[in-house]
């Protein structure tokens, strides 16, 4: 089995780190002279991949990439020019989904957050430069993995058989990994620097990818790890299997059009349907899923990024979005932690306005605190209602263990399975093959009847735009926003609005050209190779 503990890993990730030798695209980007410079240290590749036991360690590194900031830990981070406690994967890919859409808002003045309230951010915010050099660096490091684990360094290590075979299904979750980072990338900033592991380590600048080049390249990378990942929900709870593989897969599929042009609705029918036919189910009370009784017992979780309030501390990951969304006025023990809550996130009234009672007396999905729906004034944390979703305690109310009382052990779900129920009705709606209507209904209503207890929130029929709002009901404050609004064409424009969207206080139309995030203005100077984005 493998395991998660931080502690056990962290040697590991600092060797790998020193090792990789490639000149990061991270926000101290290198000189264009200092792409040849080799490490400083005596560590090589020979001396961290010696045993299979260490190709398991190192692959327990490349999956803590989403839940640490550094090999240290604490207050340590691998990339630069920003706050360590703001460095994580989920804390930098949540704020830039979230903050930039009419779910979310935060009161807090730090550089770059009110950029991203607003929609007005520029090419040095650090949040954008944040996630795209976390990315960059999470893939570097899953690069210098697939070097060394080829068949052939295999075979001059004396790894075979039995244990050659584990690191070739370790070598498919390395690739689904960098997968996601890319499409991560694709998603937020289309045009990308490209790097794999045939490329030689800093020798060049990296050239930059197309949005609809990398989509053809992570589309094959997935279908190409397929056949080679463990069965769905048959691998180590956290580790990648056929199941993640195809969520990621009907994602992608779902925002074809958006990527390149094409749509491939059919295909996201196709493989949404793999994963709702591989044996996952809905977790009967919505709310667990959303505190720590979703590591047992959970059948609805494809993927999770997991977090341990004791050996993997940092600001980020779900103790950010727990932290972030209570006040001292919200009782932060119910909450899990006692010594927390630092009142900055809440929704904008848009949110709260999709279900028909916000104190979830009907739709328990509605999990909201406060009296005041309207956002009027950004630094007033009470200005938009508080979200209660995300809980450091059991479904007994029990909390986690946690240093300090603030540390969160809640793990996030990156994929799950009523997304996949979602997926399947828009892609039927938009015109895929392979699916029904009928079907379709079926999946929203198993999401509402469980949401509302029975059937009386069941609906009759659907159309496309129902699942804008169906998708908010459900996947609010999960990292989807952004990309959903940008898919429906109401992200940029002014056909829809949401309070200080443009920097208005009423809203207003942004420009469509905001729909990709900026190339970095530092990444620009570094590498010659790349062109900024339109309208930046």
């Known amino acids: ?8 890993i962290m040697k590991k990730l600092h060797k790998i780190a020193l090792i ?31 045993t299979p036991a260490d190709y398991q360690n190192a692959l327990a590194k490349l999956y803590a990439g989403y839940g640490l900031t550094s090999a240290q830990g604490g207050d340590a981070s691998d990339i630069g020019g920003i706050d360590a406690g703001f460095a994580d994967f989920l804390r930098l890919y949540w704020n830039l989904q979230e903050l930039t859409t009419d779910e979310a808002i935060c009161s807090w003045g730090d550089a770059g957050i009110p950029e991203l309230d607003q929609g007005t951010w520029a090419t040095d915010n650090v949040f954008l430069r944040g996630l795209y050099s976390r990315s960059v660096i999470h893939i570097t490091f899953i ?18 058989g039995a244990d050659a075979t584990n690191v070739q299904r370790a070598r498919a979750e390395a690739r689904f990994l960098r997968a996601f980072q890319y499409w991560v990338l694709m998603d937020g900033f289309g045009n990308p ?50 199941g993640a593989d195809w969520a990621l897969l009907a994602r992608l599929y779902l925002n074809a059009e958006v990527y390149t042009g094409t749509p491939k609705y059919t295909e996201a029918v196709t493989y949404s349907s793999k994963v709702i036919n591989a044996g996952y189910a809905l977790k009967a009370n919505y709310a667990d899923l959303f505190n720590t009784s979703n590591e047992t017992n959970n059948p609805e979780t494809i993927l999770s990024i997991n977090y341990d309030g004791r050996f993997g501390t940092n600001n980020g990951g779900t103790t950010f979005l727990i932290n972030a969304a209570v006040s001292a006025a919200m009782d932060p023990a119910s909450f899990g932690i006692p010594n927390g ?16 009672d916000t104190k979830g007396t009907a739709d328990k999905r509605a999990m909201f605190f406060g009296t005041k729906a309207n956002v009027d004034d950004i630094a007033v944390f009470t200005d938009g209602l508080a979200i209660t979703k995300f809980k450091n305690v059991n479904a007994q109310g029990i909390a986690a263990p946690s240093v300090n009382g603030t540390f969160a052990s809640l793990d996030f779900p990156l994929f799950r399975l009523a997304e996949q129920y979602l997926i399947y009705g828009e892609a039927v709606t938009r015109g895929g093959s392979g699916g029904t209507t009928a079907q379709a209904l079926t999946y929203v209503n198993a999401l509402r009847a469980r949401a509302y207890g029975n059937a009386s929130g069941n609906v009759n029929s659907i159309s496309t735009n129902f699942f804008i709002d169906e998708r908010a009901r459900e996947l609010y404050w999960e990292g989807h926003r952004r990309t959903d609004l940008v898919r429906f064409g109401r992200f940029t424009g002014g056909s829809y609005l949401w309070p200080f969207k443009g920097g208005d206080k009423s809203g207003k139309a942004i420009a469509e050209t905001r729909n990709i995030f900026p190339i970095p203005a530092a990444d620009l100077i570094a590498n010659p190779n790349l062109v900024q984005n339109p309208g930046y």
């Not at 050239?207 to 053809?216: C, M, V």
Request: glycine share 6%.
């Open 193 to 242: 620097p490209f790097v794999t592991e045939a490329d030689a380590i800093g020798k060049v600048a990296p050239k930059q990818i197309t949005r609809a080049e990398l989509f053809k390249f992570v589309e094959s990378e997935l279908l190409a790890v397929e056949a080679d990942l463990a069965e769905p929900r048959a691998n180590d709870y956290g580790r990648a299997d056929k």
């Open 1 to 8: 089995m493998l395991v998660f503990n931080q502690k056990i």
């Open 341 to 356: 809550g630092w009142g900055g996130n809440r929704s904008r009234q848009n949110l709260p306005a999709l279900f028909p």
């Open 20 to 50: 990789s030798g490639m000149c990061l695209l991270s926000l101290n980007a290198c000189k264009k002279e200092d792409l040849n410079l080799k490490p400083t240290n005596d560590v090589t590749a020979v001396d961290v991949y010696k």
């Open 143 to 160: 690069n210098e993995y697939l070097r060394e684990s080829t068949p052939e360094k295999l075979a001059e290590r004396g790894i075979t």
